[in-house]
């Protein structure tokens, strides 16, 4: 096997332990902030744990692409954090009251 | 951007003409009993800027709901409100499947074991959780774990009939029609 042999084949083997490796990671580091989320919390403190939200969702503005059902009163915000790498679309959701509180989570694992 | 998602979201759901929903669009059901015991498998396609590109399936059973694992829907909510809110987002297949009062009770009696709406993962995933409640209930699947490929498979059930649900609407008038003997009790 020559070098542009064995560095094709590496890569074949590579890539997919990167993406996977990461992946976990992502999975790991999200779950871990997640489980430190407890209803009740105030924006403030979710965002300590779990950092600035990818996306936020409003009962008037749904976001399709999380797949998960309305946000619905008592939830007037919903804060999503994807992990970007997943192909079955792995989120974390935190849902907010009208008082900034926290009345829900989810691990969308499914969409 | 929207035509390739909703063009791949009929390539996993196995859907690749418009004939085939307008074969199922207008049909009466007439061999369908309203009244007796029955269960649903919901495809839905990918979701236009999803990160999934698998879909999503789940299951429901006469006078019990729905039970769609991962998507955090209540495990037993009601069917046509979910079928509505899906129709928002996708392209959906539903599959009827005739079955027993037993069969039904077997597949409730596997989701009782199941009770976290989110406790599903990338194996066990919604697919495989719909093909172990309706092999618990005896109707046989080749455990297809994409739910594509599993809407294919149980549309090949002896007496299964398959209806399409284009995303936006509208909900075909003979699933409607059948539709209230799967709301929870």
Redesign the interface.
Known sequence: MNTASKLIVGAIVLIPVLYLGSCGVITHQHEKSFAQVHDGDTEAQVIQVMGEPTDRETPSN?L???????CQAPCVQRLWY???L??????W?VELDGAGRVVHT?????? | MKTRSVALGLLFLGLGSAAHASYVGGNPLNSIDPTGTNQLVIA?GQ????????G?VGNAVTGAGVFS?????NLGSGVQSYIT??M???NQVVTFIPTSPAQDQAALAFYALHPGR?S???FD??AARTNQALNAAGVPTQDIPFPGGLSRDVGSIPGSQQFFIPQGGPIPQGLLNILPGFEPH
């Open positions: 749904r399709a692409k999380y797949g998960a059902p309305e994807p992990n970007k997943s192909l079955a679309g792995e989120a959701s989810a691990h969308i694992t499914s969409p | 839905g979701i236009n800027g999803s990160y999934n590109v698998f999503h694992y991962g998507n955090d829907t809110s899906q928002a987002l996708r989110n599903v993962g990338y995933n919604c």
